[in-house]
């Protein structure tokens, strides 16, 4: 049975007076948790450039292996896929093997898929590539913000766990920089560039250079002391918290980590279930958990508002509205830079006003954004070659389009990944974020590949009219499902 969450502060273990807390504050080695912390994040960068180099490379892949609507989305959803294996086995494998050597692996992936996608000379080979990057990103995306949130202090962790989502967003802001340089210099996408190679292929070698950063940096970060602790290794998972937090709050906190854990067995998928002596009478024994759909729901929310349209097809929509290639990929850059700005004011605000106002309001702002994107579509008409004919209501959709992107990374962009990384307890910590995981890349694939097919079927329109439901409903979600984690120690998280 799962120990059951600790509510008092000094029976925690946690320090007895102000001078106490004041004392050990001051003991922290809060450059050191940065750096780590930062670190980690770079698989956040890699994750986002991994997600938005596909942007600039539609047209590419449409000429190099000759596809069309169905191909070109599996082309783009392909990694995906790997990226819903990678996020489930991540986390149990976390559990055996610590959240540094995940890390270390999937940055080995990230070089292989970089490279191996520009070579790709098949469509078979090119998702072959395309997979084994998603693994990495899925891998990264849920270990990199249960790492952070593991090492870092209660009252500043919502703080460096938005890190993450700013590093996935600037990844994502570079790989559209980068898309646009380089199309814009060779001419075109499909033009060639360096050493006879068209310049697609080399918007996925820029992903080399950051990429080896990443292996060589996880060198010099220590492995989780919570994991540490779950293998029995309380001496190292000792020195770890010492020179992260003090002599003195190391102590505390190894004895509140040990208290946390299950010491019957190591965690396994089945503490997602309801155990048959659950104090809770609501809680039928064998189902699972609240928390656990919790999870999944916030993992899937964030995909069924369609955010990932705007980053893999940005180029095509905006072309489809009838923006040359190279404004669609200008365009592209400028949502970067708004995702950007939106990320730094939720870090600056996460730890004061808390995770759910946030999920709450954001909900709100892009149902709205993405009903006004609706109305542009409709009011639309279209040209004999198909183009979209949009008027004045063309710049409708393009600013309700960036302030629905903004209101994305205000909110279910990083506080997403906060609360997945720091919800669960820690013997539910990798099998929660397994689950959670696979749902949300499950969902983005789905989104993913159907756009394509909607876009040819229903229109813009009818596409993001299923978006702006998918928020609506996240609205509801947040409101009767969501509670508040502000400033709760992962030892007081409950199961």
């Known amino acids: ?108 992936l990230f070089i292989i898929s970089a490279w191996g996608s520009g070579i790709a000379v098949t469509s078979l080979e090119f998702v072959i590539y395309r997979v084994l990057g998603g693994l990495a990103v899925g891998a990264a995306s849920v270990i990199t913000p249960a790492y952070i949130c593991e090492v870092a202090p209660a009252r500043y962790r ?58 060589v940096m996880l060198l010099f970060i220590p492995e989780s002391p919570r994991y540490l602790v779950l293998r029995g290794r309380t001496a190292d998972a000792g020195k770890v918290l010492t020179r992260l937090y003090g002599a003195s709050a190391a102590s505390r906190k190894l004895s509140e980590i040990q208290q946390s854990l299950n010491t019957d067995h190591p965690p396994k998928l089945a503490d997602l279930l309801n155990p048959a002596d659950s104090a809770d009478p609501a809680a039928k024994p064998g189902k699972l958990r609240k928390i656990v759909w919790v999870g999944i729901g916030l993992a899937s929310f964030q995909q069924l508002v369609g955010i990932n349209v705007v980053f893999y097809y940005g180029a095509v929509l905006w072309q489809a509205v009838g923006f040359s290639e190279a404004d669609a ?27 759910k106002p946030l999920l709450k309001w954001g909900s709100v702002g ?42 994305f990374n205000l909110s279910w962009g990083p506080v997403m990944w906060v609360m997945l990384g720091e ?18 890349w499950v969902c983005n694939f789905l989104i993913t590949m159907t756009f394509p097919l909607l876009l040819a079927s229903v229109g813009l329109a009818g596409a993001y009219g299923l978006y702006t439901l998918g928020a609506l409903l996240s609205i509801w979600f947040v409101v009767s499902m969501v509670h508040e984690t502000k400033g709760t120690e992962l030892e007081q998280m409950q199961g």
């Open 158 to 215: 919502g703080m460096l766990t938005t890190l993450q989502q700013i590093a996935i967003i600037f990844g994502l802001f570079i790989a559209f920089v980068s898309n646009y340089l380089l199309a814009n210099y060779a001419g075109a996408s499909t033009a060639m560039l360096w050493l006879d190679f068209e310049a697609w292929r080399w918007m996925f070698w820029v992903e080399l250079l950051p990429a080896c950063l990443f292996l």
């Open 329 to 355: 990929l200008f365009i592209n850059v400028i949502s970067g830079g708004i995702s950007i700005a939106a990320c730094v004011f939720t870090l600056l605000v996460i730890d004061k006003i808390g995770r």
């Open 366 to 407: 892009m149902t709205v954004t993405l009903a006004l994107m609706v109305l542009a579509f409709l009011n639309a008409n279209q040209d004999a070659a198909g183009n979209l004919l949009m008027g004045d209501w063309g710049i409708v959709a393009l600013v309700s389009a960036n302030a629905y992107v903004f209101f």
């Open 1 to 108: 049975m799962l120990q059951s969450s600790i509510s008092d502060p000094a029976q925690a273990g946690s320090p007895t007076t102000p001078a106490d807390a004041a004392a050990e504050h001051q003991a922290e080695n809060k450059m050191f948790i940065l750096f780590i912390s930062l670190v980690a994040t770079i698989g956040g960068f890699l994750f986002g450039f991994d997600s938005g180099v596909i942007n600039g490379t539609v047209d590419g892949l449409q000429q190099a292996f000759n596809s069309q609507s169905v191909g070109t989305g599996f082309n783009v959803a392909s990694m995906l896929l790997g990226c819903a294996v990678g996020a489930f086995f991540a986390g149990r494998w976390a559990d055996i093997s610590g959240r540094r050597t995940i890390l270390l692996v999937s940055a080995v």
């Open 423 to 440: 919800m669960f307890p820690n013997q539910l910590r990798g099998v929660g974020l397994a689950v959670s995981g696979l749902s949300q």
